[in-house]
């Protein structure tokens, strides 16, 4: 499969794109290539992009006062990922966007983005729908982290990403669960 091919079969699962639309869009992306442990953003910088995963595996995460790593968003191929705040606002980013696995992606400039909204209104109701579906995805989270045991929120994960309990450490998706990876091994013997 061609990356081409990841890029638009993603947009076709919600609206149509034209031959000229696809034109329009792989020509305003920039491909780019990260190695296991680059970032792709750090913490800080303004970085106004978004980016497409072709391949590889990305996490986004913060590190708090105490050093402690906070997971808040997993990305594999055909996922979105950036810090949303440094892409609309240019504003400095509060997440590091790190690659895990080694990584190609498309990126795209808010400016670029903008434009192609403007070119491309399916290309604008796209993002709406896949913004609408993450809300209501991290809302879910949000409610299960404040409902839920520990051992509820690890099964629900690996119930609903089976893929990612896979492709990533313990250590990120107990980060992700909001616990420690030693009480996470816990929960997983304790299952077993």
Same mark, same amino acid.
């Given at each position: 499969?061609?990356?081409?091919? #990841? @890029?638009?079969?993603?947009?076709?699962?919600? +609206? &149509? !794109?034209? =031959?000229?639309?696809?034109?329009?869009?792989?020509?305003?992306?920039?491909?780019?290539?990260?190695?296991?442990?680059?970032?792709?953003?750090?913490?800080?910088?303004?970085?106004?992009?978004?980016?497409?995963?072709?391949?590889?595996?990305?996490?986004?995460?913060?590190?708090?006062?105490?050093?402690?790593?906070?997971?808040?968003?997993?990305?594999?191929?055909?996922?979105?990922?950036?810090?949303?705040?440094?892409?609309?606002?240019?504003?400095?980013? #509060? @997440?590091?966007?790190?690659?895990?696995?080694? +990584? &190609? !992606?498309? =990126?795209?400039?808010?400016?670029?983005?903008?434009?192609?909204?403007?070119?491309?209104?399916?290309?604008?109701?796209?993002?709406?729908?896949?913004?609408?579906?993450?809300?209501?995805?991290?809302?879910?989270?949000?409610?299960?982290?404040?409902?839920?045991?520990?051992?509820?929120?690890?099964?629900?994960?690996?119930?609903?990403?089976?893929?990612?309990?896979?492709?990533?450490?313990?250590?990120?998706?107990?980060?992700?669960?909001?616990?420690?990876?030693?009480?996470?091994?816990?929960?997983?013997?304790?299952?077993?």
């Amino acid at each position: 499969m061609s990356d081409q091919t #990841l @890029l638009i079969e993603s947009i076709n699962k919600h +609206v &149509e !794109l034209s =031959e000229h639309d696809i034109m329009l869009l792989i020509g305003s992306a920039r491909k780019r290539r990260f190695k296991k442990g680059q970032f792709i953003i750090a913490e800080g910088a303004a970085i106004r992009k978004t980016h497409f995963i072709l391949k590889g595996a990305v996490v986004a995460f913060f590190i708090d006062n105490n050093a402690t790593e906070h997971l808040i968003q997993f990305a594999i191929e055909g996922w979105w990922i950036s810090d949303i705040q440094s892409y609309i606002a240019g504003k400095p980013a #509060l @997440l590091n966007l790190q690659a895990i696995e080694d +990584v &190609e !992606l498309y =990126e795209f400039s808010y400016e670029n983005m903008q434009q192609l909204h403007k070119s491309i209104p399916a290309l604008e109701s796209y993002f709406l729908i896949i913004t609408q579906n993450a809300f209501a995805t991290f809302q879910e989270r949000v409610q299960h982290n404040l409902s839920l045991s520990a051992e509820e929120r690890y099964l629900n994960f690996k119930a609903k990403y089976p893929k990612l309990v896979l492709r990533f450490s313990q250590k990120w998706i107990a980060s992700y669960l909001g616990m420690s990876a030693e009480f996470l091994s816990k929960i997983k013997k304790r299952l077993v």
